[in-house]
């Protein structure tokens, strides 16, 4: 049976981790090697990186990274912030991604969605989302790391999205980011309505609670987290070992 | 001295982690984008990300389509890797209509969403090994590996079949091994300490040492 998966979020600005509230406000929480290796060997099922200043740089510069991840943790890497090309897409695969997660690029053109998803596998593209309540059953997309609002209503472009190719949405809600409130559950309920792709939550978790909730009332296929880990309130294999014993497939 | 291991390389996709895996396990690493390269191996890995069309439309264009039968006739040890394993069969419709290198018979085709509900199939699920590889599945039977893929592959050759796996109640070939050549639908170096294993124990299998 398909594990539900754990995936360690790590929001990188030139050589640290750093973590926000609301997608802003950062701090730095570590280094990424080293927090990459350890959630790796506590029984992260994945590593997701995101570059959160590429925008102001023009350009994704977190191939470094993952290079030294590839050399050593064996388990899928994903990285995204600033991806604007398929030459960018195949220069992050090449140094050892194995998916990219891409938003306000393909926000602009989203036939790129199209091309990176013929040349690459739909497989290896993620959309990223980033979504933010606006009243019921409305969320609006933001780009540029939570930054720059779209006017695009979230429902209408996951739709979109998914049938331009892209094989997975990392849907993360910026109002519940770093807030360690618990996940928008109308939001990935709505979303996950309209689509047939598998949904990463992220954005809010506090608690082993949170997830269960999150799994229990949605049917996301993999949690994204980042404040519990880096500010060690939680630990995977903590995590892990209380779903297990609560009847959810985790891979232990 | 190391044995030298071969990977296939057209340009497509993250062969990193397969050739730092390869590292990790005391093998040094030659990268095959031409016939050429294929002298004096004696295993070939053949990993994949992508799409099906455009791999092999690489394979004929480097001569490596039949450079890679030439070797596997002559004793070599082939793995395909996810996409690489759907590369060994006869054909695929994605994207179009393309030819695979033939070794197994089969077709590759799309997972029926309706069956199975979500695709692609992308995360962690457990592999069911069978007694036709014996090792394998007194090893790692049953442990969860990762899979990444929207197609999978549909031989009548049952007996080729050496492990499935279940996908919301969809049963797929998840390894395969014909002669000198094997497949893994999922990755081995994406699935943490499963992999690790089961990729060392193929190393073992085809006899070829690691120091």
Redo the contacts between chains.
């Keep these: 049976m398909k594990k539900v998966r754990i995936i360690s979020r790590l929001d990188v600005k030139g050589p640290n981790v750093v973590k926000g509230i609301n997608l802003e406000g950062i701090r730095v929480v570590g280094d990424p090697n080293v927090l990459s290796e350890k959630y790796y060997l506590d029984g992260a099922d994945e590593l997701l990186y995101v570059d959160v200043v590429a925008s102001l740089y023009e350009r994704n510069n977190l191939s470094h990274i993952v290079e030294r991840a590839a050399s050593n943790l064996f388990i899928p890497l994903t990285v995204g912030g600033g991806i604007r090309s398929t030459e960018d897409i195949l220069t992050l695969l090449r140094s050892g991604a194995d998916k990219v997660s891409i938003n306000t690029s393909v926000i602009k053109n989203p036939n790129l969605i199209t091309e990176a998803a013929e040349i690459f596998g739909s497989q290896c593209i993620v959309l990223s989302v980033e979504a933010k309540k606006i009243n019921e059953g409305f969320w609006e997309a933001y780009i540029d790391g939570g930054r720059e609002k779209t006017g695009i209503n979230v429902l209408d472009w996951v739709k979109k999205a998914v049938d331009l190719g892209a094989g997975e949405i990392l849907l993360t809600s910026v109002d519940k980011d770093g807030t360690k409130s618990g996940f928008d559950l109308d939001l990935l309920r709505e979303v996950s309505k309209i689509v047939d792709v598998p949904i990463i939550a992220s954005g809010g978790c506090g608690s082993i609670n949170d997830i269960i909730r999150c799994l229990t009332e949605t049917s996301v296929d993999a949690i994204a987290i980042a404040t519990v880990l880096h500010y060690n309130l939680l630990s995977i294999n903590q995590i892990k070992k209380e779903l297990f014993n609560k009847g959810f497939p985790v891979r232990l | 001295m190391k044995t030298e291991v071969g990977i296939v390389d057209i340009?497509?996709?993250?062969?990193?982690?397969v050739i730092?895996?390869l590292i990790?396990l005391n093998f040094t690493v030659r990268l095959i984008s031409s016939i050429s390269d294929l002298d004096g191996l004696s295993v070939i890995i053949l990993p994949g990300?992508?799409?099906f069309g455009?791999a092999s439309k690489k394979l004929f264009s480097t001569k490596l389509f039949d450079g890679l039968k030439q070797f596997v006739s002559k004793g070599g040890f082939l793995l395909g890797i996810c996409?690489g394993m759907q590369l060994l069969f006869e054909s695929s419709q994605e994207?179009g209509f393309h030819k695979g290198l033939g070794f197994i018979e089969g077709k590759v085709n799309k997972f029926d969403?309706s069956l199975v509900?979500?695709?692609?199939?992308?995360?962690?699920?457990?592999v069911n090994f069978n007694s036709k590889e014996d090792s394998f599945r007194k090893l790692v039977n049953n442990s969860?590996f990762?899979f990444?893929?929207?197609y999978y592959v549909l031989t009548k050759e049952k007996d080729f079949v050496i492990a499935t796996c279940?996908?919301?109640g969809f049963e797929f070939p998840a390894a395969v091994r014909k002669g000198n050549v094997f497949g893994f639908q999922f990755?081995p170096?994406?699935?943490?300490a499963a992999?690790?294993k089961l990729l060392k124990q193929f190393f073992v299998l085809v006899g070829v040492k690691n120091e």
């Design positions: 340009g497509l996709g993250n062969i990193k982690s730092h895996l990790k990300v992508g799409a455009d996409l994207f969403i509900k979500q695709v692609p199939h992308i995360g962690w699920n457990n969860d990762y990444v893929h929207s279940n996908y919301n990755h170096e994406k699935s943490g992999g690790i």
